[in-house]
């Protein structure tokens, strides 16, 4: 599947993977455009500037939707990804990327088990969205953290007991690697939905060699 998909292909792919309501198409498209237009991809679009779509803006996007169904603000999200992206986040999904490429042995545990130790969860341990947003100048959440399943319990247990916050701590976490396996498989549907179908195809090739020797 080529990483450069037309944007069409990047939306439609998105909207089956988070479920989006035909009633709400509306709104989440304007959602990705603001976001877009804020800089969360690393560049804004302008006139003559398109924006090409490759593993790492799927990323960001990805990351600016699961950020908004925690209750993050487009502010923050773009603030937290100017702050975060390079420094951090980034390779939080290429380690979820490399889980999902699971190998025979990988994939025979599954299947065993149930269970998926080397998906990645990536978890937002904070204080407050609302209210600290409210009396901070941050514009971005500050502790963005990912680690396997196998270990997230001890990770929840450390930022839990961590009494020198101000308020009690509040961790989000997120299966960051199912989460890409589902807009991988939403990618693939979209982008054989752009290939033409071998009849069609066929007919096509016909009617171009009548036109010819016409």
Known sequence: MPLDLPYSSIEAA????YG?????????????????????????PGKGKPIKYGGDELHRL????????????????VGTIADLWEKRIRRHFERAEA????TPADAAFEVATGKRPRDIALFLAYESLMIGGWDSTAKALPNVNACELARLPDNISLVMNDSDLRRPPRVLVINLSERLRRVHAALAGAWESEQPTTAAHTKAKRNTRKRRRA
């Open 20 to 44: 989006v309501n035909q009633r709400d198409l509306g709104a989440f498209r304007a959602r990705l455009t603001f976001w877009q237009k804020l800089g969360a991809l690393g560049v804004k």
């Open 62 to 77: 990805i990351f600016c939707l699961e950020l908004a169904e925690c209750g993050a603000t487009p502010q923050m999200v």
């Open 14 to 17: 998105l909207v089956r993977a």
């Open 99 to 102: 889980a999902i490429r699971t």
